[in-house]
C-alpha cells in the first residue's frame, strides 16, 4: 500500500504531508541556491547550532540532527560535530574548544565486552573520554572507552583509537598508532 492509499481516508494527514513536503522543497532550494548543498528533510529544518547550545555545549559549536548524544556530554566552544556521528558520553566525555569531529566518527565511554562475554553476569565498563582542544578526527574514527587525546591532535580516516595520546599526536591506523608529534 502506498502513501496515497494509506492516506485516502485522512484528508487531514494528506494536507498536513503536503505542507511538509512544500516547506521541504523550499528549504531544499534555498540551501542549494545558498550553500550549494543537499540536505536531509531533519538537517534541513532543523538548525544544528541551536540544537548544540540546547545541550548545552559550548558558543559557536554545532551538531547535525543525525547525530546521536548520550549521557553527560561537555563541548567546548567552537566545535564542529558533523553528521551521523555517534556521541557517547554514558561514561563521561569531554570534547575541548575548535575541535572538528568528522562525518562518521563514533566516540564511546563504555563498552559491553564482559556484559557479553558473561552472558549478562558481568556490568558495563564505564570509562570517560577526553579530547583536547584543537583537535581533528578524521572521517569513520572510532574512539574506545577510557581514551584521552591531549591538545593538537590529529587522527587519520578510519583509525580505532584505543589508548591514549600526548598534546600534538598525529596518529592513524587500526588500532591507531603514533606517525609523528607536532610539538605543540
Known sequence: MNRKEKLADKP?????FQKLQSLKEEFGKHFKS???RSLPVADLLFDRWERAQSLG??????IYDSSYVFGDVIVGKNTWIGPFSVIDGSGGLTIGSNCSISSGVQ??????????TSGGAAPYVYAPVQIGDNCYLGPNTIISA????????VVGANSFVNKSFPDGSKIAGSPAKLISNLNI
Open 12 to 16: 487531514e494527514l494528506e494536507e498536513l
Open 34 to 36: 545558498d550553500f550549494n
Open 57 to 62: 555545549f559550548g558558543e559557536g559549536s554545532s
Open 107 to 116: 566516540i564511546y565511554s563504555h563498552d559491553s565486552v564482559e556484559w557479553a
Open 146 to 153: 577510557g581514551v584521552t587525546l591531549g591538545k593538537g591532535c
